[in-house]
């Protein structure tokens, strides 16, 4: 109605809106990959043996837990604190962009 073409409406109006929810939304579901990664590989469906994937680390050395309990505990503390840094980070960045 004011004449502005389309691309420059979508470009001065619409994409600094969604620009940031976008971003906090990508950055929320990296933790969802890394379970979902980690539980493919613990069940055997990730790469094969020699690849260094957390979940399979943590699915060969589960025979070992009574003897050498921290074999298949530290995978998993790994892919516990790769998940809680992803949301902190998400979280950060919504509180950062809200502020801004």
């Known amino acids: 109605m004011s004449g502005v ?3 420059r409406l979508m470009l001065r109006y619409l994409l600094p ?3 940031p929810t ?4 990508s950055t929320l579901d990296v933790a ?4 979902t990664l980690s ?7 990730g790469l094969p043996a020699p690849a260094p994937e957390l ?4 699915a060969r050395s589960i025979g070992s837990l ?3 309990w921290w074999l298949p505990i530290l995978p998993a503390v790994a892919i516990f604190v790769l998940s809680v ?3 902190l980070a998400g979280d950060g960045l919504r509180a950062a962009l809200r502020g801004a």
């Open 55 to 58: 979940g399979a680390m943590t």
């Open 32 to 35: 969802n990959i890394i379970l």
């Open 66 to 68: 009574t003897v050498y």
């Open 5 to 7: 073409s389309g691309p």
């Open 39 to 45: 539980l493919m590989s613990f069940l055997g469906l």
């Open 17 to 19: 809106g969604a620009v």
């Open 85 to 87: 840094c992803a949301n």
């Open 22 to 25: 976008l971003l906090v939304a």
